[in-house]
T-cell receptor, first 112, second 119 residues
Framework: DAGITQSPRHKVTETGTPVTLRCHQT?????MYWYRQDPGHGLRLIHY???????DKGEVSDGYSVSRSKTEDFLLTLESATSSQTSVYFC???????????FGSGTQLSVL | AQKVTQAQTEISVVEKEDVTLDCVYE???????LFWYKQPPSGELVFLIR??????QNEISGRYSWNFQKSTSSFNFTITASQVVDSAVYFC????????????????FGEGTQLTVNP
């Protein structure tokens, strides 16, 4: 199994509060991704990173920001959480380009 | 823009039946990659297969087989002699090869098909 750890695994928060989800990898892979999974939508790309301090937006990036200060960590921040951001969030890694993604176990986030 | 459609939201079969999960994709790229992932009730995402657009050979892995047809933009997945352990959500996904080194493997997923295999 790919060494990917997501934290926390579960989180309940209130509307308007900031939330940070962490993804940590031990594989030294270049590419890292954040997806959200919602019923009827499959998985949708939020942001991804192609190197330290190199990130770009995905399909559903509004309301989210990311940071990658070192190869192994990729943080996803909801600056002011909304109920529409209640979802399961998956981190993924890949190497090299166009290869399969390895996914973390997911974070269940509930915004009340 | 790329798009993946899995028209079957839910499928229910009885154990030992064969079942085919449909996947239709749209892309403007001539080079692309197609994937299938399995998500069992435990929630993790398990990689099943990756095919590139230049390889139209069908593939078989045990009870699993995949039929790739560029003419119809389809990449269908068949489970032969289904088992209860095959019950899961199955996702088809597409990655376009263009975009250079900064693009990585940005997969676009279909909505998923919930397969239930009853004993």
């Amino acid at each position: 199994d790919a060494g990917i750890t997501q934290s926390p695994r579960h989180k309940v928060t209130e509307t308007g509060t900031p939330v940070t989800l962490r993804c940590h990898q031990t594989e030294n892979h270049r590419y890292m991704y954040w997806y959200r999974q919602d019923p009827g939508h499959g998985l949708r790309l939020i942001h991804y990173s192609y190197g330290v301090k190199d990130t770009d937006k995905g399909e559903v990036s509004d309301g989210y920001s990311v940071s990658r200060s070192k190869t192994e960590d990729f943080l996803l921040t909801l600056e002011s959480a909304t109920s529409s951001q209640t979802s399961v969030y998956f981190c993924a890694i890949s190497e090299p380009r166009n290869e399969k993604l390895f996914f973390g176990s997911g974070t269940q986030l509930s915004v009340l | 823009a790329q798009k993946v459609t899995q028209a079957q939201t839910e499928i229910s079969v009885v154990e030992k039946e064969d079942v085919t999960l449909d996947c239709v994709y749209e892309t403007r790229d001539t080079t692309y990659y197609l994937f299938w992932y399995k998500q069992p009730p435990s929630g993790e995402l398990v990689f099943l297969i990756r095919r590139n657009s230049f390889d139209e050979q069908n593939e078989i892995s045990g009870r699993y087989s995949w039929n790739f047809q560029k003419s119809t933009s389809s990449f269908n997945f068949t489970i032969t002699a289904s088992q209860v352990v095959d019950s899961a959500v199955y996702f088809c996904a597409l990655s376009e090869a263009g975009g250079g080194e900064t693009s990585g493997s940005r997969l676009t997923f279909g909505e998923g098909t919930q397969l239930t295999v009853n004993p």
